[in-house]
């Protein structure tokens, strides 16, 4: 068993933001590509997540960390219901903001 993480890369950047166009950009690369494919990566889109499933048999589906970062943002933010997210970024920091 391999303990090296599995090497990540950008692949390209489909065109249209629906779960079609990743699913024909999936279909163009060929069976080979797909089932190569062990982890994909992707943004909360359903559409994405349908394609994957569709398209790559074995891979897992896992959330890219900007969006798992920005969820858990958005969840604190209403936990602590904090409506100006410049004002719990700069408590955070233990800053204060200036008069305007």
Same mark, same amino acid.
């Given at each position: 068993?391999?303990? !090296? %993480?599995?090497? %990540? *890369?950008?692949?390209?950047? @489909?065109? +249209?933001?629906?779960?079609?166009?990743?699913?024909?950009?999936?279909?163009?690369?060929?069976?080979? &590509?797909?089932?190569?494919?062990?982890?994909?990566?992707?943004?909360? &889109? *359903?559409?994405?997540?349908?394609?994957? /499933?569709?398209?790559?048999? /074995? !891979?897992?589906?896992?959330?890219?960390? &900007?969006?798992?970062?920005?969820?858990?943002? +958005? !969840?604190?933010?209403?936990?602590?219901? @904090?409506?100006?997210?410049?004002?719990?970024?700069?408590? %955070?920091?233990?800053?204060?903001?200036? %008069?305007?």
């Amino acid at each position: 068993m391999s303990t !090296a %993480a599995p090497r %990540a *890369r950008l692949l390209d950047l @489909v065109p +249209e933001r629906s779960g079609q166009a990743y699913k024909t950009w999936l279909t163009e690369r060929g069976q080979a &590509f797909r089932d190569g494919v062990q982890i994909a990566t992707l943004d909360p &889109f *359903r559409g994405y997540k349908n394609a994957i /499933d569709d398209q790559l048999d /074995d !891979a897992r589906a896992v959330l890219d960390a &900007f969006h798992v970062v920005k969820v858990r943002h +958005e !969840a604190l933010c209403v936990r602590m219901e @904090v409506r100006d997210l410049h004002r719990l970024v700069v408590a %955070a920091a233990g800053l204060k903001l200036r %008069a305007a």
